[in-house]
């Protein structure tokens, strides 16, 4: 959420950061300011007759007296009624609004995103290269049919071979990510709908949540939602800042499927697991971190051998709570084109507004909302087919990265 003082003092400066990812039509500040103009004035009156009525409390209550504070408590009650309501509609339409990107950020969509680093060349094959989904069948590796059978479309399975290919992934990230200092959580995969809402996936998103019957709790989309929210409501001390948290998760999403008809196998589906890393910092530390998490990532992919690339996302492009956001891409040859298997974004102040996580500043003593900032460390899905793929051999085997093999039972180094 967007700080309604920022919005005030600085409205060309929003305004134009906002145009970065969204049409002119799709927002009105001078409303939200008029709304705020209308709360500041209510407050007044409010407070004015909560004075009168103390006042009239101090007296000696004869009938008027009398009459006078019961006519002042309908107004203050019905002030109160006004106050709540628009403070009501000045959170929907500052909920409605985007981050503010990055003045680095270049305005549009995808055909604005800018390759800012490349790692190894592309694979070349002297063979015809099969597909990740049919390679992941002929070795046994994941088991699509009988996923499809139990649970529908967008689900897989791990046999075996798979199952100790994922076990070896996880432990390849935890170990690395526990090396670099940050504390392990495994988090509930359900969240009641205010986590939804600070994590800044509600309102806009709600619709591609698994939620149960009630409504009242989802299935996380991904542990960025829960360590968001894990600080909610509470004020830190800044002298424990940062705190740097990693949580393996499955995450869950109805977006699975159709988005194009090459996206078969792992590439899109239902659920998937991943590595989420989470940063709480101080503002002026914000960019610094999040430079910090970018190399982490390069350096925890670089550790497969595998050609990627990384690039910076333009405006529209960008998750809507996020100021900032380089995808880590790995290139998956049958489909030729790269697939983002982590984003690291820098989500300023705007989540822990709407989380209400502050720390309490030890020389100013004024309550400061923290800065988030989050990455994927990484997405099992699209590494396992990146894998498969570019590491495939002409008599169908593939090899397993090196750096694997301490986690696998020495007949998976290889999958034949």
Not at 105 to 112: I, L, Q, T, Y
Not at 266 to 286: A, C, L, W
Request: glycine share 2%.
């Amino acid at each position: 959420m967007l700080d309604i003082k920022r919005i005030i003092n600085n409205k060309k400066e929003v305004e134009e950061a906002l145009l970065k990812r969204i049409p002119k039509d799709n927002f009105d500040l001078d409303y939200i300011i008029s709304l705020e103009e209308k709360r500041k004035n209510i407050t007044t009156e409010l407070e004015k007759l909560q004075a009168q009525k103390n006042e009239f409390s101090k007296t000696k209550p004869d009938s008027e007296t009398i009459e006078k504070i019961k006519d002042l408590s309908k107004n203050i009650k019905d002030k109160e009624d006004d106050l709540k309501e628009i403070k009501l509609e000045i959170k929907e339409k500052l909920s409605s609004l985007p981050n503010t990107v990055s003045a680095d950020v270049k305005a549009g969509d995808k055909e604005n995103n800018e390759v800012i680093y490349t790692y190894s060349d592309k694979p070349k094959f002297d063979f015809k290269v099969l597909d990740h989904v049919s390679l992941a069948e002929n070795l046994e590796v994941i088991d699509y049919k009988r996923a499809s059978k139990m649970s529908g479309n967008g689900f897989w399975i791990y046999k075996d071979k798979g199952a100790w290919l994922e076990w070896a992934l996880y432990n390849y990230f935890l170990e690395y990510h526990r090396e670099n200092g940050y504390e392990f959580f495994i988090m509930p995969e359900l969240l009641n709908r205010d986590s939804a809402y600070a994590s800044g996936h509600l309102p806009k998103f709600e619709e591609d949540l698994f939620w149960t019957e009630d409504s009242k709790l989802c299935l996380n989309a991904t542990a960025e939602m829960m360590l968001t929210n894990y600080h909610r409501e509470e004020i830190l001390d800044d002298s424990e800042l940062p705190k740097r948290y990693f949580s393996l998760a499955t995450s869950f999403r109805r977006e699975a499927g159709s988005y194009r008809k090459d996206e078969r196998g792992m590439i899109r589906g239902h659920q998937f697991n991943k590595v989420e890393m989470f940063h709480f910092t101080k503002p002026e530390n914000s960019w610094q971190a999040f430079e910090k998490i970018n190399q982490e990532v390069i350096d925890l992919m670089k550790g497969f051998d595998l050609h990627f690339q990384v690039s910076k996302l333009a405006a529209k492009d960008c998750s809507a709570a996020m100021a900032k956001t380089v995808d880590v891409e790995v290139w998956i040859p049958s489909m030729n084109i790269y697939k983002e298997v982590s984003s690291i974004s820098n989500a300023t102040d705007y989540q822990a507004r709407r989380a209400n996580i502050r720390y309490k500043d030890q020389e100013t003593k004024k309550n400061v909302f923290v800065h988030t900032l989050n990455a994927s460390g990484l997405a099992t899905s699209r590494i396992i087919p990146a894998i498969l793929e570019q590491n495939q051999n002409a008599d169908g085997s593939v090899n397993v990265p090196k750096i694997l093999h301490k986690y696998l039972p020495e007949k998976y180094h290889i999958l034949k």
